[in-house]
């Protein structure tokens, strides 16, 4: 077991390696060229992937939040955390709240004009001769 695992942590951390050093940018790396850390890691099984990972790459220490609730100095906050995706998702809510109360006032004022004419054309073919010229009677 243990000739196993002297084998396999090696290549584990060669392939780590060489994966972050083909996905960190250009401007990241340090000392040497990126081709040059890449031949490293492979031909230099040991060696290479720890140099890599202690020395290669430029590594920014966790950042304390800042005041906003966001990370202080830009880099990556989680949607949940991240108080402008937030803002937009209550953008996004209310206005689709406000279109569909746009809508719904469209379809009440629709309505309302709807029974106004009803009435109105009911009133129209009564002629007006109802008691005292269409007026309700008074009460008393």
């Given at each position: 077991?243990?000739?196993?695992?002297?084998?396999?942590?090696?290549?584990?951390?060669?392939?780590?390696?060489?994966?972050?050093?083909?996905?960190?940018?250009?401007?990241?790396?340090?000392?040497l060229p990126k081709l040059v850390w890449l031949l490293l890691i492979v031909f230099a099984w040991i060696i290479?992937?720890?140099?890599?990972?202690?020395?290669?790459?430029?590594?920014?220490?966790?950042?304390?939040?800042?005041?906003?609730?966001?990370?202080?100095?830009?880099?990556?906050?989680?949607?949940?955390?991240?108080?402008?995706?937030?803002?937009?998702?209550?953008?996004?809510?209310?206005?689709?709240?406000?279109?569909?109360?746009?809508?719904?006032?469209?379809?009440?004022?629709?309505?309302?004009?709807?029974?106004?004419?009803?009435?109105?054309?009911?009133?129209?073919?009564?002629?007006?001769?109802?008691?005292?010229?269409?007026?309700?009677?008074?009460?008393?």
């Amino acid at each position: 077991m243990l000739k196993v695992l002297m084998f396999l942590v090696p290549i584990a951390l060669a392939i780590y390696a060489l994966v972050d050093c083909i996905s960190t940018k250009d401007d990241e790396v340090k000392h040497l060229p990126k081709l040059v850390w890449l031949l490293l890691i492979v031909f230099a099984w040991i060696i290479g992937p720890l140099a890599w990972i202690f020395i290669g790459r430029k590594r920014s220490l966790p950042r304390a939040p800042s005041a906003r609730g966001g990370v202080a100095g830009g880099g990556w906050v989680a949607p949940d955390d991240n108080p402008d995706f937030l803002r937009s998702i209550n953008h996004e809510q209310q206005r689709e709240e406000n279109e569909r109360d746009k809508e719904l006032l469209e379809n009440w004022e629709e309505d309302l004009r709807r029974r106004e004419s009803e009435l109105r054309d009911e009133d129209d073919s009564d002629g007006g001769n109802g008691p005292a010229g269409g007026k309700p009677p008074a009460k008393g």
